[in-house]
């Protein structure tokens, strides 16, 4: 069985948040994974029972390095959204 080795997460400071739907929002942090500053965004739920906000398992944590490769990626994305007819 391989050997799993600890993970320590640190939140530094909350970024922003955006609303999905009327129950989930989507958090941006900066945060420290093992030391190491990494950016995570990660999707926010609220229950019937409680209106605070817990986080679920759905999101992505990532380093400066994979942000510089993914961001031009995001913004060629939303400029092909932008030109889309509503139902193509």
Do not use: W, Y
């Given at each position: 069985?391989?050997?799993?080795?600890?993970?320590?997460f640190e939140d530094?400071?909350?970024?922003?948040?955006?609303?999905?739907?009327?129950?989930?929002?989507?958090?941006?942090?900066?945060?420290?994974?093992?030391?190491?500053?990494?950016?995570?965004?990660?999707?926010?739920?609220?229950?019937?029972?409680?209106?605070?906000?817990?986080?679920?398992?759905?999101?992505?944590?990532?380093t400066q390095e994979?942000?510089?490769?993914?961001?031009?990626?995001?913004?060629?994305?939303?400029?092909?959204?932008?030109?889309?007819?509503?139902?193509?």
């Amino acid at each position: 069985m391989p050997h799993l080795m600890a993970v320590t997460f640190e939140d530094i400071q909350t970024i922003g948040t955006v609303e999905k739907n009327k129950r989930e929002k989507i958090q941006v942090k900066l945060v420290s994974v093992n030391g190491k500053p990494c950016l995570d965004f990660r999707i926010f739920f609220s229950t019937a029972k409680s209106e605070d906000l817990q986080p679920s398992g759905k999101g992505l944590c990532l380093t400066q390095e994979c942000m510089s490769e993914l961001l031009p990626l995001l913004e060629q994305g939303l400029a092909e959204l932008k030109n889309l007819k509503p139902g193509e």
